[in-house]
């Protein structure tokens, strides 16, 4: 960046258009919904045994829709790139989801309360000085992994019922490791804690700490039990 691109930024307040876009979205407070029993080194291993299923991302032009578009236009005009949101990214392929929701099993599954049969479950890796940046969510890669659904993307609904999508780390939270949904910062959380991320809401992540940050975005069907 040069000094002009940096008075650019200033003078322009690139960013304002965002922060009066979600101050206009009610708050929303996310809380604790259920613990899973989950064992991390089981979960750290399969990223490693199944590195060559991984898609490497980092931030980028996002067309899914014309929110994020804007959204993802303004977080590279404000500096995000390849070197500060890479993120590590298991379950795109079906292989690597299937073994997932194994690793997860039947009673974490129960759980959740989500049909079985419709499960999108992504390991997410991030290493120091990466995260997410701010964005909302979609249930657009859903409806890619399942194309037979029938999916609303005003409702986030479809023919079996309403969509939902959790967050939950995988290893007790650590120095400089946080995830923040709406107005709520989440930090000292213990693995396997599940907390709701609505669909619309904004939310991110990062690690500023010393060592990988480990969490899971599972995305699924409600059941109606």
Known sequence: MDKQQYKNLINE????WVKNYFDSIENYEPSVLCSLDIN??????FSVEHFEYAEQNYEFIDNTTDLSKRISETNV???RNEHNSGEI???KHPESNNKMISLLGANNLAKLNVLPQYILCRLLVKFPGHGVA???DTAKSFGKYYP???IDQDTHSCQHGQLVRYWFPVTDWCTGHMFQISNT???KYKQGQVFKIPFGQGHASSNAGFEPQFSVSLT?????S
């Open 148 to 150: 037979e659904l029938n």
């Open 134 to 136: 701010w964005h909302v």
């Open 220 to 224: 699924g069907i409600l059941s109606e």
């Open 77 to 79: 005009k404000m500096g």
């Open 185 to 187: 910062v989440l930090w």
């Open 89 to 91: 990214n298991y379950g």
């Open 13 to 16: 307040t690139t960013w304002q």
């Open 40 to 45: 991390p080194k089981q979960w750290i291993e």
